[in-house]
């Protein structure tokens, strides 16, 4: 499966945050549910924080669409 990356800017960003700023979902009260009804798994694991932070390297699994934490380019 691939995966679409997604461009950190700082040291790390909240699974909530991640789940809009990707467009997996716009609504903050879906990211909530999903998060709380074990639906998202993070690196393989099913993960219920919504603050879980993540770094470089990590990925992100809802559903079908999956999402990789990269490095940003400094030039954007």
Avoid at 21 to 39: C, M, S, T, Y
Avoid at 41 to 49: K, L
Wanted: glycine content about 6%.
């Amino acid at each position: 499966m691939s995966y679409r990356p997604f461009a950190l800017r700082g040291d790390h960003i909240t699974l909530e945050a991640l789940i809009k700023a990707a467009d997996l979902n716009e609504q903050r009260d879906f990211a909530r549910a999903v998060i709380a009804n074990g639906e998202v798994q993070v690196n393989g694991e099913v993960e219920t924080r919504r603050g879980r932070k993540l770094r470089l390297g990590d990925e992100v699994l809802l559903s079908r669409d999956r999402v990789r934490v990269v490095e940003s380019d400094p030039e954007q």
